[in-house]
């Protein structure tokens, strides 16, 4: 929980620089960090352009509707799987739908998607794979 905790607040806000005015619809988006100790998983993030949002966290995935417009983003409530993981796994995995279900800023900078709360609060980092 500690290292979800250093990730998300490393950040601070979203970072400056081109931006480019499309958001990745369909695409996977990997978060940004290491996987949890213990774990070889890393989140990753797609919305599809109706909206519908689907976040594989460490141990769950969550299923929500997403609102995006030219660098906002709004995260309605959802449904999540309820498999039994580490305590601590379950509570990156909350940690970072908190986060997400916070948002109401994106920004994307070449392969760099960072999906934060008003002000820049909270950014989470994902990126584009390359080929």
């Known amino acids: 929980m500690l290292g979800l905790a250093c990730m998300l607040a490393a ?3 979203l970072p400056a620089g ?3 005015r499309d958001f990745p619809f369909e695409r996977e988006m990997v978060f940004d960090g290491d996987p949890l100790p213990g774990t070889r998983q890393i989140p990753n993030l797609e919305i599809d352009r109706q909206g519908r949002l689907s976040l594989l966290m460490w141990c769950n995935t969550l299923m929500a509707q997403a609102v995006v417009t030219e ?3 709004t995260v309605l409530p959802g449904a999540t799987t309820r498999k039994a993981c580490p305590p601590d796994v379950m509570q ?3 940690a970072l739908m908190a986060a997400l279900q916070q948002a109401a800023v994106w920004q994307r900078d070449g392969n760099l998607v960072t999906i934060a ?3 820049g609060a909270n950014p989470l ?3 584009l794979p390359t080929n």
Request: charged letters at 40%; a negative charge.
């Open 117 to 119: 709360g008003e002000g």
């Open 71 to 73: 660098g906002r983003i």
């Open 11 to 13: 950040g601070g806000s």
């Open 125 to 127: 980092r994902f990126r």
């Open 18 to 20: 081109a931006q480019d």
């Open 92 to 94: 990156a995995d909350e």
